[in-house]
């Protein structure tokens, strides 16, 4: 089992930034991937940003060039940079983990973006 833990939601004005942090602990070796998703009100659940194990990145086209994910191996944590942000990017984020077939969700952390 893989636990994931995110930190660092909160509120915040629009061309504001945050940093969210996600901390991976249990059974973390093999974790191939790990990724920011996000539900906004009445919207179902969208990919934000995706890093693999060998640091190649992948960002959903409402994000890149605003967002910035990374990886601290030694820490087992993952980070979403989010700059520039828009009140549409107001959501529950998720981080999660894949490891072989298995996928792990946190629990989700707010984002409020004010404009």
């Known amino acids: 089992q893989v636990q994931l833990v995110e930190s660092g939601g909160g509120l915040v004005q629009a061309g504001g930034s945050l940093r969210l942090s996600c901390a991976a602990s249990?059974?973390?070796?093999?974790?191939?991937?790990m990724g920011w998703y996000r539900r906004a009100p009445g919207k179902q659940r969208e990919p934000v940003a995706t890093?693999?194990?060998?640091?190649?990145?992948n960002y959903a086209d409402s994000v890149r060039g605003r967002f910035t994910i990374s990886r601290d191996n030694a820490k087992n944590t993952v980070y979403l940079q989010m700059n520039s942000l828009k009140p549409e990017d107001t959501a529950v984020y998720y981080c999660?983990?894949?490891?072989?077939?298995?996928?792990?969700w946190g629990q989700g952390t707010q984002v409020t973006v004010s404009s």
């Open positions: 249990g059974s973390i070796l093999n974790i191939y991937i």
């Open positions: 890093i693999i194990s060998d640091g190649n990145t």
């Open positions: 999660n983990a894949a490891r072989f077939s298995d996928y792990y």
